[in-house]
């Protein structure tokens, strides 16, 4: 006959579980640890300081600077336009990657390293050279300067790369295999790229659009040779914000930066709910 040694259980108090249910040992807490403090200290206590900066004059000092005319028409000018922005590169972005990655031609290397000069080129630069091409002296013909359609392709040319490096490494990695067998049993290209492929790359295109949404709201450097930063007509929202700390006007800075934020929340929250239905229905 065997016996059996009982070990008691750990006591409920002393566990520390992970989100997923696993527990939490000792390095994994630090580590925890010293990633909260460092994104507090990068992230959410210079967001927390804007917040406090632009509620020093009140609610009524807020909507006052955020309501003025020449704010407003810099806020819907930016966001109006970000959004669109978006959309292209949305619908760009994805065939770009689709190219790299399921075509074969000539040049393709070249193309791979093109596509991420928006990333590795300062925009006050890429602004010089979108002015030569697109201003005054353009060898083109083409003179779009101190327009609303330079400060669409200033967000343009930044915003580029973000959906291509998204979705590229993800549609790589989906097996044509399924595809093939989709088409074998019926299946249109398009009724195939809905059901098996769009669900798939839902995910990395949402990440793509808010990264790209996001860096054309707060976008200066591109914009600054080729739009003129005219009142009512060309001014963006990072050069509204510029201006009102130069003025030394830090709380009207302070609350334009909050609008812009809420509304990068926002845009956020949309595109994550567009991505779980999208990923649902497929």
Do not use: C, H
């Not at 959309?87 to 994805?94: A, D, P, S």
């Amino acid at each position: 006959m065997t016996s059996t040694t009982l070990v008691p259980d750990r006591p409920a108090g002393n566990r520390r579980s992970a989100p997923g249910g696993l527990p939490l040992t000792r390095v994994s807490g630090l580590g925890l640890g010293v990633a909260m403090v460092w994104f507090s200290l990068l992230v959410l206590i210079p967001l927390a300081a804007v917040a406090v900066t632009a509620s020093q004059g009140g609610w009524s000092g807020f909507w006052r600077t955020v309501t003025n005319e020449q704010t407003a028409a810099t806020i819907r000018l930016t966001v109006g336009t970000a959004l669109l922005v978006t959309l292209v590169n949305i619908v760009m972005g994805t065939l770009i990657a689709w190219v790299l990655v399921r075509d074969r031609f000539f040049g393709k290397r070249a193309l791979e390293i093109l596509i991420d000069v928006p990333f590795a080129l300062p925009t006050i630069v890429a602004g010089l050279v979108l002015l030569s091409l697109y201003g005054p002296g353009s060898p083109l013909g083409v003179n779009i300067a101190n327009t609303r359609i330079a400060v669409f392709l200033a967000f343009l040319f930044v915003t580029l790369p973000f959906i291509v490096r998204t979705v590229q490494p993800v549609l790589a990695e989906l097996d044509p295999e399924v595809e093939e067998a989709a088409a074998s049993l019926g299946s249109s290209r398009y009724t195939t790229f809905r059901r098996i492929v769009l669900p798939s790359l839902t995910p990395a295109i949402a990440a793509g659009a808010a990264l790209s949404f996001a860096r054309a709201v707060g976008e200066y450097g591109s914009l600054v040779l080729l739009s003129g930063n005219l009142p009512m007509r060309t001014e963006v929202a990072s050069v509204r914000i510029l201006s009102s700390i130069e003025n030394d006007n830090p709380d009207s800075a302070a609350a334009v930066a909050v609008v812009l934020l809420a509304i990068s929340l926002a845009v956020i929250v949309v595109l994550d709910a567009i991505q779980r239905r999208v990923m649902r229905r497929g």
